[in-house]
């Protein structure tokens, strides 16, 4: 076993209790293939450091390929929009949540972020009269969303950052295990696990998480195998801290077939957009009756209406009736092929849907640029919690957030490295043995009580099912390390979802149906007790959300 390409690599070194085969160093670890880790890796390498990413399977089969909407930005060629009123609608959506200085900075450096997008090479799909196409998702109060291939704007995104990260140092197939960290606590490499299971070390003064969400906590998700929460986890571990993690986003229109489980094909909001109703079993549209925007509502009122109306008709899914969208299938090549693949003609009628587990708005607390409470430790794109999205992100904010932080977070790490650092070799593996139950018993728990509508009771059950299914091991392969941060984060969403005890954004207690205004603004926080469960440590409060 050799260390990555372009790192020199050192054989027979051991880490605390692993006995690491390998070992390698770099400026940064970068963890994470996505939007925001290949574009955190270009930007240090523009910014002179060496890096290595670590990506646990290729390097495009995380979740940035599946984003079909686009991303949500203003660069100023629409007269009647602003960046004011992006910001606004991002707050609206929030719920009362989000930082609005967080949202201010974020959704300000978008346009740069996109301009430095397509100088990369991403391809974005242009109206007749060549200026930027826009699409409108819920929650936006103008048509504001670029987009690439139609409804293939993650694959456009991922395709460019691939190739412009061609030649970096890679290790694909290889899971983060933990981070190393010296006695002041400061991070000085991270422990790796190959295909195989054998594990390595990458020697650094910085690791840089971004490794996305924890979609598959739940039976069904829009979320490819990749997101199960490792990088959480291990920030957790680390002593990190996260918050917003109950606030699990759902996305209303996730093709329905019967029985089918795991990751699920989105049917992107632009074709709400686009104006097809959502109609229930008897035919009839029902958002119209539940929000001013009907179906361009925040997703999170979408979401919980239609799992509202499942229960009151008993139905498994309701439908999105497209056929009146004009030439759908040269606009929504990807959703048309999902449909054909079912059965389904989008064409002729409508399309069966339902919610399925979507985005993690919570995550591991960062400032804007990216930079978490642990000296070293760095998180950028689904996996950290800025601030942006409060209570329900508004769509597509990801990939903008991820571009923008991931950018951040590499000149954070540019910058840090001028001062002090860790104390190199001097790093222990500190969890040999973790709590790991099994992965389909959690998703069972997590889906039948801790997903839209939750209540105390059933959020207890959750509890003890995850528990009574918990055994401590060292995760010895990648499939134990993802079932690990599963694990770990099951517990952290239930405490948090039984904390709070209202209904706020994507956060539905049906035993407390309101929002209430103690909670304006707290953010639960959450860290490791000593025996290694999540516990509420605070309330952040956000200032001056609305
Ligand atoms: C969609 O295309 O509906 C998803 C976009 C997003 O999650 O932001």
Redesign the pocket.
């Known amino acids: 076993m050799s260390g990555p390409k372009g790192a020199p690599a050192r054989r027979g070194e051991a880490a605390g209790g692993v006995a690491a085969t390998w070992a390698a160093s770099a400026d940064v670890v970068v963890v994470g293939s996505g939007v925001a880790g290949l574009t955190a890796a270009l930007d240090a390498v523009e910014a002179g450091l060496r890096v290595v990413v670590v990506t646990k399977d290729a390097p495009d089969a995380g979740c940035t390929r599946w984003?079909?909407?686009?991303v949500?930005v203003v660069v100023g060629d629409v007269p009647a929009d602003t960046v004011a009123a992006h910001v606004a609608d991002t707050v609206a959506a929030g719920a009362g949540l989000c930082d609005p200085a967080a949202v201010e900075s974020i959704i300000g450096a978008g346009p740069a972020a996109v301009r430095a997008l397509q100088a990369r090479g991403a391809v974005f799909d242009r109206r007749p009269d060549g200026g930027l196409a826009r699409a409108r998702?819920?929650g936006h109060s103008a048509f504001r969303v670029v987009h690439a291939g139609g409804?293939a704007?993650g694959a456009e995104i991922e395709r460019a950052l691939v190739a412009s990260a061609n030649g970096l140092p890679m290790l694909a197939g290889h899971v983060a295990l933990d981070a190393l960290l010296d006695d002041a606590g400061r991070v000085v490499g991270l422990v790796v696990l190959d295909d195989r299971g054998v594990p390595g070390v990458l020697h650094a003064p910085a690791v840089l998480l971004a490794s996305g969400g924890y979609g598959h906590l739940y039976a069904s998700t829009?979320n490819p195998e990749t997101a199960t929460g490792d990088g959480i986890a291990l920030a957790l571990r680390a002593g990190a801290t996260v918050a917003d993690v109950e606030f699990v986003?759902f996305?209303p229109?996730v093709l329905w077939t019967p029985g089918a489980n795991g990751r699920r094909p989105?049917?992107?909001?632009?074709v709400r957009g686009e104006g097809a109703p959502l109609l229930d079993r008897a035919g009839r549209r029902f958002m119209t009756e539940v929000h001013p925007l009907a179906e361009l509502a925040p997703?999170d009122v979408v979401a919980a209406a239609i799992t509202r109306r499942l229960a009151e008709t008993g139905a498994d899914c309701v439908w999105l009736d497209a056929t009146g969208i004009e030439d759908f299938t040269t606009r929504f090549p990807t959703v048309s092929a999902a449909c054909r693949a079912a059965g389904v003609d989008p064409v002729r009628e409508p399309i069966p849907v339902a919610p399925a587990a979507?985005?993690a708005c919570g995550g591991v607390v960062t400032d804007v640029a990216g930079r978490t409470a642990v000296p070293g430790l760095y998180a950028a794109g689904e996996i950290a919690r800025t601030g942006l999205h409060g209570a329900n992100?508004?769509?597509?904010?990801?990939?903008l957030e991820g571009l923008v932080l991931g950018g951040r977070a590499a000149r954070a790490v540019a910058a840090d490295l001028a001062g002090p650092r860790g104390v190199a070799g001097a790093g222990a593996v500190r969890t040999p043995a973790i709590g790991i139950a099994d992965r389909a018993r959690v998703q069972r728990a997590m889906s039948a009580s801790a997903a839209i509508g939750r209540d105390a009771a059933g959020l207890a059950a959750a509890s003890d099912s995850v528990e009574a299914a918990t055994l401590l091991r060292a995760p010895t392969d990648r499939s134990g390390v993802e079932d690990a941060a599963l694990t770990l984060l099951a517990q952290a969403v239930l405490v948090a979802a039984g904390t709070r005890t209202e209904t706020r954004g994507c956060h539905v207690r049906t035993d407390f149906p309101e929002r209430d205004d103690r909670w304006q603004r707290a953010s639960l926080v959450l860290g490791l007790d000593p025996a290694g469960a999540p516990v509420v440590r605070t309330e952040l409060a956000t200032r001056g959300a609305a």
């Open positions: 984003a079909q909407g686009g949500a998702e819920g409804d704007t829009t986003q996305h229109t989105l049917v992107t909001e632009a997703r979507h985005y992100r508004l769509a597509s904010n990801s990939l």
